[in-house]
Every structure is written in C-alpha cells, then in structure tokens.
C-alpha cells in the first residue's frame, strides 16, 4: 500500500453491488414439499429443506400414517407422468427432473449420490451483496465477529467461509490449516488456521458441529478465497441437527452492516496512528493492507479482528 493509499479515507455510504452467483439463502419463499405434491394448499418452508428434522414434516407424516391424508409420495404419483418431478428439484437441489424411481428414494441411484457427493458442493444462488466502507457482506449469510460467516444451503448444509474484510486486512493466504472431516468445531473455538509466510493465526468457528466436507479447492489454490470469499472460496461444511439454533446468535443482514462498520472505523483509526489523519473526502483502502502497511502488526491485526 502506498501513502497515497493509505492516507486516503474509507467510503462513508453503504451501497448495494449487483446480483452476483454465491452461495446463501436467498429470500425468495421455498414451497414446501408437500405444498407442492397438493397434500397441503399454502405451506412455506421454514427448515431450508431438510425434512429429516423438520417438525411439520414429522407431523404430516404422522398424519399420513393415520390416514388423514396421502403421503406426499403418493400423491405426486398420482400426478401425469410429465410432473412427477424428483424431489431434489422440487426444492432446488438439482436442475428439473422427472423422478424415475416412482418416489421410492431410498432405491434411487441419483438420489443417493446428490445426498452422498452433490448436496455439499450446491447452494449457489444469485444473491446481493452490501459494501460497507468498501468492504463487502453478502445477504442472505450469518456473521460471526470473528469475521467468519455460515449460510445454510438448501437440506441444511452449514457452509462456513472467512468474510471480505478478513482477506483485504490481512492480503492473500498462502495457506489454510483447515479441520478434517468429521472434527467437531466449537462456537467462538479455535476452528482452523490461516497463513501467510512465517505469520499464522486461529481462526474462530461461527458455528457449532461436524465436518461433513472440506473445499478440497482451496486446500490447493487459497487464493481463491480471497478472490471469492462467499462463492467459491468457502472452507468447509458443518451438520447440525438445530439448524436455526446454529446461527441465532449470529449476526444477519440488517446488524452485520452496523458491526462491520464499526470494525472498519477501528482499522481507520490503527492506519493513523501510523500514517497520521486521514483526508476527509472519501475513498477506499485496498486489497491487502497489511502487506501495504506491514507496521501494523499480524499479531495486533488479528488479535483484534480474528
């Protein structure tokens, strides 16, 4: 960073960027399954899809077992042949399909592979992200202030990555110490490292849970989370059987903005005591300001954004 650079102030407005493919919840509402097989007239999805923990899943199959209604099963193999669709791509899973297998899932080739392989590695959606001061948070995801977030994918995969503001303070990672799968991860815990030549430091978990995946990806080209840190640079993902209760204590969309302002004023305030007062008319720090301004300290840096 030059000292044109760093005497230059952060952007005081936060503004939208547009639609870019990552990966969150979106808000666009999500049917439920048995919505859509006709079982039920108006019923939204609240469990992201992953009806083994849903409660209303568990009570309208109850239902079903009573004969108070059909299955959802049975009710879409009723349906003409062309809107037997299979039940991944009635919530989002996977591209349109018909179901080959007459909704008997637990046979179904395709089924187990998207549950085994696919699942983990989907949940792309176009989303918007929100620059604050020139950093960016994307909608839709759950922050931690450790500058770490979760989003829940579509069947309740937790993915975990490291935030915008993470990579442009600390500059591109050599490396990642990243957990194994089937580690346990710990809210606020150390949950794996990053790297960058001789510094390194702990990262903390956003979440509490099992590795159920590493970004096999980003083990090999860090980088690329730097470049996109809530797309493709995701590091891992975690099951939890509370899926809202994973995150309720995370920041959202509306008091991230409020908190990662905050830290930038803080990162404003380290810059002048070293390069003195900033200007007053606008401007934004960029990529990799500890490699710009080494004087502030890996350690202080990620003492205390880390």
């Not at 006709?38 to 849903?54: A, L, Q």
């Not at 960029?286 to 301004?293: I, K, M, N, P, S």
């Amino acid at each position: 960073m030059t000292t044109t650079t760093t005497s230059s102030v952060l952007k005081k407005d936060v503004s939208k960027t547009s639609p870019v493919w990552e990966i969150g919840k979106g808000s666009t509402p999500r049917p439920c399954i048995w919505m859509q097989a006709g079982v039920t007239t108006k019923k939204n999805c609240t469990h992201y899809h992953d009806c083994t923990g849903c409660k209303y899943d568990a009570a309208m199959e109850k239902a079903a077992a009573a004969g108070k209604h059909l299955t959802w099963q049975e009710a879409m193999r009723r349906q003409p042949g062309s809107r037997r669709i299979c039940r991944h791509a009635m919530t989002g899973r996977a591209d349109m399909r018909t179901c080959p297998m007459n909704y008997n899932c637990d046979r179904c080739a395709f089924d187990q592979m998207l549950e085994d392989a696919l699942t983990p590695a989907r949940g792309h959606e176009p989303v918007t992200t929100t620059r604050v001061k020139g950093f960016d948070l994307a909608g839709g995801y759950y922050f931690h202030s450790g500058h770490t977030w979760a989003a829940i994918d579509s069947g309740g995969v937790i993915r975990v990555g490291m935030d915008d503001f993470s990579f442009k303070v600390l500059g591109g990672p050599d490396g990642f110490d990243l957990p194994l799968v089937g580690q346990e991860l710990n809210l606020a815990r150390a949950g794996w490292g990053i790297r960058r030549k001789h510094n390194q430091a702990d990262v903390r978990s956003p979440v509490n849970g099992v590795i159920t995946r590493v970004n096999e990806t980003v083990r090999s080209r860090p980088d690329l989370s730097q470049d996109h840190p809530y797309g493709d640079g995701w590091l891992f993902t975690v099951h939890n059987a509370d899926i809202k209760g994973a995150v309720k204590d995370l920041m959202d969309d509306e008091t991230s903005i409020a908190w990662l302002d905050n830290d930038v004023t803080t990162l404003e305030q380290m810059i002048e005591e070293i390069t003195g007062p900033l200007a007053a008319d606008g401007g934004v720090l960029q990529r990799d300001v500890f490699g710009g301004l080494p004087a502030l300290g890996w350690d202080r840096l990620t003492r205390t954004f880390l």
